[in-house]
Every structure is written in C-alpha cells, then in structure tokens.
C-alpha cells in the first residue's frame, strides 16, 4: 500500500516572501505521479501541479516549483513570491499509473499568508 | 461549461436514514471516484467505477454503496451501517485517455444527527 506524508501541520508566510512544504511518500512502484493540490476555504480541490516519476526534471508551474528526490520518495512544493490567495489547505497526492488510478492524498498542511 | 456537480452543497440528516448524494458529470469522463474527508485530513477514497456497470471499492467503502447506471452519474448512498457519516464528500472524474488527471465537484457537507 501506498502512504503519503506531510509532516507539517500548519505553517505560515509574509506575503512575498518564500515557503517550501514538505512531502515523503512511501511505494515499491516505478511508475507513478505526484500531485500538489491547493484547497481553499470554499473547499474546491484546484491541482497546483504535476510530476511524473520517470521525469528528471523538476515541475514548475509559475510561482510554483517542486523539489522532486525520486530515491529518497521526497516531494516539496515551494511557493515563491507568495500571495494572500495562497492562503490554503495543500495537499501532496500520489497516483499509481494503473486501471484504477485512484490518488492517494497526504493529511494536509495549512498554510497561511501573511499581509 | 463542461463540469461536474455535486448537489446539494449541505445535507442534513438523521441518523438512522439511508442518505443518498449526487455526482453528475457532462465531460463525458469514463471514471468516475468518491472520496470523503475529514475535519483537517486529507481524501479517502470510498468507491470508483472506470465504466458504465462497474465499481469497485476504495479504501472505506463499508457503509457505503455506489451505482453507475448511466456514463453522467456516479450517486453515493451513505447507509446507516455507516458509522461515522459526517464528512466533506468530493466526486471526481477523469478522462480514460488522460490517466494522470482527476476534475474534482464542489463537494457536498453531510451532517448526521
């Protein structure tokens, strides 16, 4: 079974400024994804951005970069420039790539963005 | 707009009552998943069906049953062997030539009393 990890609860940021969450997972697949989703307070689950695991290079997407350590399962996401709209719940999932690609979501880090 | 809806956005019920919630998608996805979450967790998956007719179940699925009648609809009843209903329930769905991506509804609060 597949197990996801965000060891951090809460944190928070100055607007503008940089936060890097945390992510392990744990799998014996090769073939995988894995996912940063953003939650806000209305609760819609909106992807933040993709890694696929055969992929070397690092996901970026804007003011969102991942720091992606295949051998030691390590997902981080960091938020630059960060703004008041970040404010949010950040979920790290994983994906097998099989016939059911079902995701598989870590507990959650709450993050708030300071003015 | 292509999408998918989840209605109502609260439900109230007693305990005791089989509760059913809706799941409609017109972006004419082949998967279709449920997944419930807690007060400051992350989802769990409950069910999902990869085509019209068949579902399997997830990582919680007792006390709760699925059915998929038509490609659009993916309905979650909670039944009252369900012991701890009250939760964030979020319907999703993929498209089957896209594998990577999962289009989440707006979810439904269920509360039970």
């Known amino acids: 079974a597949q197990t996801v990890t965000q060891s951090q609860p809460e944190m928070s940021v100055q607007e503008a400024e940089t936060v890097t969450l945390s992510c392990t997972y744990d799998?014996?697949?090769?073939?995988?994804?894995l996912f940063w989703y953003k939650q806000p307070p209305s609760r819609q689950m909106i992807l933040v951005i993709r890694q696929e695991a055969y992929k070397q290079q690092n996901a970026t997407e804007n003011r969102f970069s991942v720091n992606f350590q295949k051998a030691a399962k390590s997902f981080s996401l960091k938020i630059s420039d960060s703004q008041l709209g970040d404010t949010a719940m950040y979920f790290c999932a994983f994906m097998i790539n099989n016939a059911g690609n079902m995701l598989t979501f870590g507990g959650g880090t709450r993050l708030m963005v300071k003015p | 707009d292509g999408g998918i809806t989840q209605s109502p956005k609260y439900l109230f019920r007693k305990e005791g009552q089989n509760v059913t919630l809706s799941c409609e998608q017109n972006l004419n996805h082949d998967a279709m998943y449920w997944y419930r979450q807690d007060p400051g967790q992350g989802l769990r998956l409950i069910y999902y069906s990869q085509i019209v007719n068949d579902f399997q179940k997830g990582d919680i699925a007792e006390g709760y049953s699925v059915s998929r009648e038509k490609k659009e609809s993916f309905p979650l009843t909670v039944t009252s062997a369900q012991k701890n209903p009250t939760a964030f329930y979020l319907c999703?769905?993929?498209?089957?030539?896209?594998?990577?991506?999962?289009?989440f509804g707006p979810g439904t609060r269920l509360t039970v009393t």
């Open positions: 799998t014996s697949e090769n073939n995988y994804y």
């Open positions: 999703a769905s993929r498209d089957r030539d896209v594998e990577y991506e999962q289009y």
